[in-house]
Structures are given as C-alpha cells and as structure tokens.
C-alpha cells in the first residue's frame, strides 16, 4: 500500500512538472512565467538562495527582482512579468491606477475565509434595557482605543481605525484646524473619555502638543499614553476593558475569543459582563457567534490576465504537504511565494482585485472614505516627468494607508520654477538639496521642514577640501592666493567656504570675495566656463593641474577612486585637506542629503500637515524595521533610475530638531544651522540669484574678481 501512495506521488508530481513545463505562456524565455520577487530588508535573501533551483530544474519559471510591490504590479501590468505575491492593501492601489491583473490564489495561514475579523466589544453596564443606535450606546462612553501603528496587522492600521471610528463619530472638518486636529477632536467630542496610546503623529514634539490639547484621550490609560502603556495594543485594550476602567474596545475576534477563553469551559471570570457590540446597535453573548465590523483578505497571488490560467496550475503544483520541506524546485518556489506555511488556495475562476475585495465586509469601503470639503491637497512640486511619476505612485500608496491630506504631484521644469511655484503659493512644497539651501532662503523666502538623514557621517552631503600631494599646501591658510574650484556658484561649497574662511582668517567677507583667491572656477560666477558644472568637474580640474584646491564631497572622490580606468597613481595624488577643529572627518561643513522647502509664511496648521504627511510615508516607505513596508520604496530605484526625489542614502526624514541630537550635535560644522542663522547675504555679491545666473550678471561678478 505504502509503495502504491508513493507511486501515485510520484505520478502526480510528474504530471504537475509536466503542466509547468508544457505552459509556454510566461513572458521569459521559451514562455517560463516571470515571477517578480521583493526581498525583504533582513540578512535573508530568498532570490539568491531559491531561485537557482527554478534554473537548475527547469521548472518553468524565472525570477525578477522588483524595487517593490507596487513595481512589481506595474511590471505586470506591462507584461514584463507574471504573477507575483501581494496585499490586499496592493489590491486598492492596482484598482486605482486601473492595473489590469487577476487574483489567482489566497494565501491563507489559517483554515479560515479572511486574515482578520475586527469585532468591537463593550461592557454590559453601558446597554440599555432595550434595543438603540449604535451612537446612543457608545455617546460619553470610554473608549480603550486599541492603537495605531504603520503595520498592516497588529493592532490596527491608521486606515482601517479611521474607517472604525468613522463609523460612530460625526465628522469634523474645522479649516482652522489640521486633519489630525479635526479627526482627534471628532473622538473627544464623543467619547467622554479614552486611553488612546500609542504616537498620533510621528513627530514626537507635535505628539505631546497634541496630547497637551486633547488630555481626555489619555484620560483612561494606565500610566503614559505611549506605546509602553499597558492599556496599548490589542491585549492593552482588553485589559483596560476588564479591569473596568473603559466600555467598549475594538480587537481581533479570535483574539478575544482566546483572551476571554470562550471555547473552553474555564472562561475568564467575569466575561459575562461583557458582549458583542455589532454595527447596528444590537449586541451578542460572548458565547454566539460574533458581527464583524470589518475583514481583512489574505494575502494573495496576483497574475497578468494573459498568464493566470498557467499561474493557477502551477500555484496546484504546490497542494502536497510536503512543500514545507521540499528541496526541489516545488519547496523554492514555495518559499518564494511565502507560502511555506500556507498552501495557496485556489479561486475558481480567477477574479478582478475590484470582485475579490468585495466579499470582505467594510474593507473596501475603509479604502474610500469621504474626506473633507474641499480637500486640502498639499501640492508637491517636482522638476521631471520620472519624479512626477514617482511621486504620484508615492501619492497612490499614501493614500491606501490614509495618508491625509492627499499629496498631489505638480511638475515644472527645474527647481528654481519649483521654488517659485512654492513662494508664489500655486504649490505647498518642494524637494532639493543643500546646493539650495541659501537660494532658497534669501532669493524666494522660503524654509527647510523637513531634512532627509542619515546618522553614517560619510554619506551626509559633505565639503571637502581636496588638494595635490606635492603641493606645499598643509593647512586652510595656505590656500590664500590659490587656484580654487568649485562644483557651481552659490550652492552649498560655496558657501560652506566663505564662511569658513572669513571666521577663521578674521577677513570681511569683501575681502574674501576680492582677493583671497588668485583664480576662481565656480559654474555660474565667470562667464568663460572653465568646466560644467558638477563636482566631477572641478575634481578634474584639480587632477588635471587646472587648480590648487577642489571643494567638493566625499562622495564624489570615492567615486572618483572607484571609477574605471582611474590609476592608483591619479588617486593618490588627491588628499584631503582637514580644517582646525575637524581633523577626525575633514570636512569643511557638512549638510543633510536633501530638504523638503516651504513658504515662510505658511500657518502652523499647514506646516504641521505638510511634516505629518511626509513624515507618515517615510514611516510607512521609508527605513523603518521591523515595520517597513514593501509596498513602495521613497528612497529605491524608480524605473531603474536612483536619486529620483530623494537620496538612496536616506535613512528617514527629520525635523531640524534631529540636530541637537546625538550623533548630529557632535559633528561641527553644520552647513543648515549656519543658513538658518544668516541675515546678510551682501556676500554673495548683493544680487538676488541663484544657482543659475544671468549673463548680466555674470558680466559683473567677472568684472569684480579681475579687474
């Protein structure tokens, strides 16, 4: 009998093989389908370790590493690729953008139709004698608010806790008040008090302003109205409900079923004070069958409709119990799906992510709440068509996960138009790095919010002095009367130099601008172009003999020593020179990767929903384990291209608070601080300009340094 099972087996194996071979339909080689894979962000990579199976052993199927999800959908969406692994929240966003794909396979972990049933339970005491609304029932009740983080799971998204609350709150849509300001007071004005633990916004000193401003939202916690609070979370909040401090509480039913155990015999004393609060205002014993407010689908296979009918035979392939220590290409393809687990379940016939989102009660319309009329779009300016399209992705992603108020992309052509977009007021913010830091500030009033940082020093924008081996040039002072490159006219190293130079020789800044310099070469000052410019270029001025001293970053001399065809003799003529005070790192100044720039005069309430807003996408798309999520990447490739709105280098995004914090306050020389601190800008020569001249004005400057 043995012998006869495993001749079945085997026979079923083959013809399985045989389906997945026998395809023909993919868009790889000889028809294998395309799977498109996003690694996670451990030490674990499953490309490199799985995929060479699928290679070896002909299974039918090649792997396509994608920045992201949403990547990989649009991939497939163009028929570049097959099929890939998703989330129900990837779903909305495929529904948005009108990606044409189906849903092939669930990915159930357990044997049950959706990954999550939120259920709301309330304290007997707070019912009535007789059937009501769901508002008469919970007005001025305590609320043990679960929490909010940027996981899809545990508790409870910022989406689908809105879309909850929004179920009994009114809606509040105050124009003097910022969106969180208005969704926060909508809860204090109904409830009478709440433990809502756990950050509101990510901003910490904007958390405590709000929490100074609605103090009966924290009223019923334990202790701090943090994520360390023992009301937090989804065991918090049951804990808060049966120690009687609060009424009702949302949770995961089978979380309260195994809190209060329901299906065991020994249930939790006391659990009969407390019942099921379903949408309607009714309620049910703990012991019946509990009314879901809300579902959450699994997540799922997802395929080009040309290639589902070939996904879904091979998803069949993968229906033995044996492929959770398979070592063939059933098992890597298995760990490739993240199925290893949970066996992908079939959907007879293939559905649109529109239908199988359906079945699920409120998931849907978690994802299309009414916002506030008129929304208050914030109005991001970016300078290509690649960047506009990125951001509008970025937009899509923010808007699955609530993200308001919404972004919308604008697209003019160049940072200078951007920054005039932003003082004029037809945009709310913009992008750029430290080279317009002062442009910014002086030519079109307006202010770094936000800074894109990362705490590794040498991958901060840097300005370093770089100068010849055999030149006789030992210290900063020894650069008076020199040949001096810079990258361009009044970015960030030339200021970074001027300032240097005029604190420490103890000279005005006319004297500086005059004379220290025997020649200088910066893009946009001279009219006879000595190079293009860009830091590559004034480094080669210097290797070439063309100059005594390049200013320009680290980064681009690294670059420099790791290009090809560079010799080691070239490299090595290139040193560094370390100002006093900073020979640890030798920069003159340092500066964060990039800036998001708005007006001056724009209103707190508007500021602050500009930081929260992409302070909240960072969170949610940014660097931030273990919650990162592979949704989109703000800081990846987009479209096979880098550096596309901000810096790869990029660990998150900061207030300038961040530079009085350990490790920023111990590195001198901070190129934001000094900008934020100038009132004269005559020495820049007095004109308004920027890192673009005009020819008249060139003419002047020209004039001024060699006459």
């Not at 804990?239 to 609060?246: A, K, P, R």
Request: proline share 5%; hydrophobic share 40%; net charge neutral.
């Amino acid at each position: 009998m043995a012998k006869m099972n495993v001749s079945v087996f085997l026979v079923l194996v083959f013809c399985c093989v045989k389906a997945v071979l026998s395809q023909g339909t993919g868009s790889g080689n000889d028809g294998n389908l395309r799977l498109c894979i996003v690694e996670g962000r451990g030490l674990y990579k499953r490309a490199p370790t799985h995929c060479p199976i699928l290679d070896k052993e002909k299974a039918g199927v090649e792997c396509v590493l994608g920045t992201d999800r949403l990547d990989c959908l649009r991939r497939i969406s163009k028929g570049t690729v097959d099929f890939g692994v998703f989330s129900p929240e990837d779903l909305i966003a495929a529904q948005w953008a009108n990606i044409d794909v189906l849903v092939t396979n669930e990915l159930r972990f357990r044997a049950r139709p959706y990954a999550r049933n939120i259920v709301a339970i309330v304290n007997r005491r707070i019912l009535p004698d007789s059937s009501s609304t769901l508002h008469a029932v919970l007005k001025n009740s305590t609320l043990c608010h679960p929490g909010e983080t940027m996981d899809d799971l545990r508790p409870l998204s910022e989406t689908l806790s809105g879309y909850l609350e929004s179920l009994v709150l009114e809606r509040v849509c105050d124009p003097t008040r910022s969106n969180t300001e208005n969704k926060l007071k909508a809860l204090a004005d109904f409830y009478g008090k709440a433990c809502k633990a756990g950050p509101w916004v990510p901003d910490k000193n904007r958390d405590d302003e709000l929490k100074r401003q609605f103090p009966s939202l924290c009223a019923a916690c334990a202790r701090s109205c943090t994520a360390a609070d023992r009301y937090w979370g989804n065991t918090g909040s049951l804990t808060c409900l049966t120690e009687g401090v609060g009424d009702v509480t949302w949770g995961e039913a089978d979380d309260i079923a195994a809190y209060f155990n329901i299906n065991d015999s020994s249930s939790l004393s006391g659990a009969d004070n407390f019942a099921y609060l379903c949408r309607d205002g009714t309620w049910r014993d703990l012991t019946q069958e509990p009314c879901v407010w809300l579902r959450r689908p699994w997540n799922v296979i997802v395929a080009k409709r040309k290639a589902s009918e070939a996904v879904s035979k091979l998803a069949a392939a993968l229906t033995n119990s044996s492929v959770t220590v398979d070592r063939h290409w059933r098992g890597a393809l298995s760990a490739l799906l993240e199925s290893n687990q949970a066996l992908p379940e079939p959907l007879h016939p293939p559905r649109a992510p529109l239908d199988y989102l359906a079945r699920a009660d409120g998931f849907r319309e978690a994802y299309s709440q009414a916002g506030c009329h008129p929304p208050r779009h914030i109005n991001f300016c970016t300078t290509s068509l690649l960047a506009k399209n990125k951001c509008d992705w970025l937009s899509e992603a923010g808007a699955v996960y609530g993200i308001a108020p919404p972004l919308q992309c604008v697209m003019r052509s160049s940072t200078q138009e951007c920054m005039a977009a932003v003082e004029a007021g037809d945009c709310d913010a913009t992008a750029a790095d430290s080279d317009w830091l002062v442009a910014g500030l002086r030519d079109y009033s307006l202010t770094p919010v936000l800074h894109e940082v990362t705490p590794i020093v040498e991958k901060t924008s840097t300005i370093v002095a770089y100068v010849n081996a055999d030149s006789k040039i030992s210290k900063m002072a020894d650069l008076r009367g020199k040949r001096a490159a810079f990258p361009r006219y009044d970015g960030a190293a030339w200021h970074s130099v001027q300032r240097y130079i005029t604190e420490h020789e103890k000279i005005s800044c006319k004297d500086y601008v005059e004379g220290y310099f025997k020649e200088i070469c910066a893009p946009g000052l001279d009219g006879k172009k000595c190079y293009d410019a860009g830091e590559m270029e004034a480094l080669n001025s210097l290797v070439e003999g063309k100059s005594d001293v390049a200013f320009i970053s680290m980064a681009t001399f690294n670059a420099f020593k790791d290009k090809k065809g560079a010799s080691s003799e070239e490299v090595k003529k290139i040193v560094p020179l370390c100002p006093e005070g900073n020979q640890k790192y030798c920069f003159v100044s340092w500066s964060n990767l990039g800036h998001i720039f708005v007006a001056k005069n724009v209103t707190d309430i508007r500021k602050h929903e500009i930081i929260n807003v992409f302070t909240k996408l960072d969170q949610l798309f940014g660097k931030h384990p273990p919650f990162h999520n592979a949704m989109f990447s703000m800081y990846g490739p987009f479209n096979h291209e880098n550096e596309v709105i901000f810096h790869s280098n990029t660990k998150s995004l900061a207030t300038s608070a961040v530079l009085k914090t350990h490790p920023y306050d111990k590195i001198s020389y901070n190129l934001e601080l000094f900008v934020s601190n100038m009132t004269d800008f005559t020495c820049g020569f007095g004109a308004k300009i920027t890192p673009s001249l005009s020819m008249l004005f060139v003419t002047l400057v020209v004039f001024l340094i060699y006459s």
